[in-house]
Every structure is written in C-alpha cells, then in structure tokens.
C-alpha cells in the first residue's frame, strides 16, 4: 500500500510533497503563503532585504472553505523570482523565516501571478488585482491577461537593447533573454520570431552613421 502523501493543486502547481522536494528540482520561482497573525512585522522587509524580485497578492481575506462553508484564514499569497535556481532547502529557508507553511515550486509563473487575485477562478472571490504589489522590480504586466497585455511595449524595450547594443544575432539575444530577463523578455522573444529576426537581420546590414532626421548616410569614420 502506498504511504498516502499530500497534493498541492492550484492553477499554477500540481505537485506530491515528494516531487516538491526533490533534490534535483531546482527552480527560480517559488510560492508561500503568510499569515498574518504568525508571520513577523517585518516580513516584507525580510523579503525586500534580499534583493530578489517578488510579489504579493492583496490580504485573502474572503476565501471560503469548500469543506467546512467557513472563511479561511486570512492569508497572502507571495512569489519569489529568483535571479538563480533554488532548492527546496533553500526555498524552505525563507518560509522559516516567515513563519510560513512549506514553499510551493511555480510551475507558471502567470497562473501564480493570476492566482493572486483568482483571475482563473470565477467560483472564487475576486480580489482587487491594483492591490497586487511588486517589489525589488518585480515586472507582472505581461501576466495580467492570457496572451499578455504589453507585447508592443516588450518588443519596444527590446529594439531599444538591440539599438543600444548593436546586437545583430537572434542566438545572442536569446542568450541575454534567458540570461538577464527570462520572465520579463523571453516569452515576447519566443513568440516573436519573426519580427525580431527580420528587425536583426536589417539591424546588421544598417549603416552605423545613420541621420535620423535628414536620412542621410554619414561617411565612416576611418
């Protein structure tokens, strides 16, 4: 017989204690849930003091219980975006300090981001997604709608990079996008193939001495 062992499942995670623990499944993004009548005053500080990206969702304080019909506990939902993988050990660290209940791998990080207002969950109450807050840079605006909101303001950024950097290689942009700026960059890289290998290629037969204004090609510099 098989020791029975606790699911996690969510929008943005479906996990054993077992799989969540793995010593090999080292990841960047990782969930916990805070209480407040447990979690110590200066959690936020704790967090923001590490220099990792994260999030908070607004104060869960409407959530039924489907067994019970009462109202859980008041809780936040949080998630880390690390620069580096981390492990469970690692993750579970930051849960002690805390005081929270053992941290969740993010399986998708725009279901997670979604969750914290139940964006997926109709039959869920319908937290205020402005009361969502980012810290330490946390970008989530790619993640409020399904196909994400700001593709034209991404490729906006990018095309200023590629400009700025004088990129001229779809591998050397992938490379910085998976890098650099996975959560912010990489989607709009993947699925904007063809724009962006057709703005490189043009980037790289442009004339570096280039008049905006006038058109006009300015002579190399020798």
Same mark, same amino acid.
């Given at each position: 017989?098989?020791?029975?062992?606790?699911?996690?499942?969510?929008?943005?995670?479906?996990?054993?204690?077992?799989?969540?623990?793995?010593?090999?499944?080292?990841?960047?993004?990782?969930?916990?849930?805070?209480?407040?009548?447990?979690?110590?005053?200066?959690?936020?500080?704790?967090?923001?003091?590490?220099?990792?990206?994260?999030?908070?969702?607004?104060?869960?304080?409407?959530?039924?219980?489907?067994?019970? #019909?009462?109202? &859980?506990?008041?809780?936040?939902?949080?998630? =880390?975006?690390?620069? +580096?993988?981390?492990? $469970?050990? /690692?993750? @579970?660290?930051?849960?002690?300090?805390?005081?929270?209940?053992?941290?969740?791998?993010?399986?998708?990080?725009?279901?997670?981001?979604?969750?914290?207002?139940?964006?997926? #969950?109709?039959? &869920?109450?319908?937290?205020?997604?402005?009361? =969502?807050?980012?810290? +330490?840079?946390?970008? $989530?605006? /790619?993640? @409020?709608?399904?196909?994400?909101?700001?593709?034209?303001?991404?490729?906006?950024?990018?095309?200023?990079?590629?400009?700025?950097?004088?990129?001229?290689?779809?591998?050397?942009?992938?490379?910085?996008?998976?890098?650099?700026?996975?959560?912010?960059?990489?989607?709009?890289?993947?699925?904007?193939?063809?724009? @962006?290998?057709?703005?490189?290629?043009?980037?790289?037969?442009?004339?570096?001495?280039?008049?905006?204004?006038?058109?006009?090609?300015?002579?190399?510099?020798?």
């Amino acid at each position: 017989m098989q020791s029975a062992q606790k699911y996690y499942v969510q929008e943005y995670y479906i996990m054993t204690d077992v799989d969540n623990q793995k010593q090999d499944g080292r990841v960047r993004n990782w969930s916990w849930i805070v209480y407040p009548d447990s979690a110590p005053e200066n959690w936020r500080s704790i967090l923001d003091e590490t220099g990792e990206k994260w999030i908070e969702s607004p104060l869960h304080d409407k959530d039924i219980n489907e067994t019970t #019909n009462e109202i &859980k506990k008041p809780h936040w939902h949080i998630i =880390v975006s690390f620069k +580096n993988k981390k492990s $469970y050990e /690692q993750a @579970l660290d930051i849960a002690k300090q805390l005081n929270s209940p053992d941290p969740i791998k993010v399986a998708s990080l725009q279901g997670a981001v979604q969750y914290l207002w139940h964006r997926n #969950n109709p039959e &869920k109450y319908q937290y205020d997604k402005s009361e =969502v807050v980012a810290h +330490n840079g946390f970008k $989530y605006r /790619q993640y @409020l709608t399904d196909i994400g909101v700001d593709t034209d303001v991404i490729l906006q950024e990018i095309v200023a990079w590629i400009s700025e950097t004088n990129c001229s290689e779809y591998a050397d942009l992938v490379d910085y996008a998976v890098t650099e700026k996975f959560d912010d960059w990489f989607p709009t890289v993947r699925s904007q193939t063809i724009f @962006l290998v057709a703005y490189l290629r043009s980037n790289r037969h442009k004339p570096k001495n280039y008049d905006f204004e006038t058109g006009e090609i300015l002579s190399e510099d020798k």
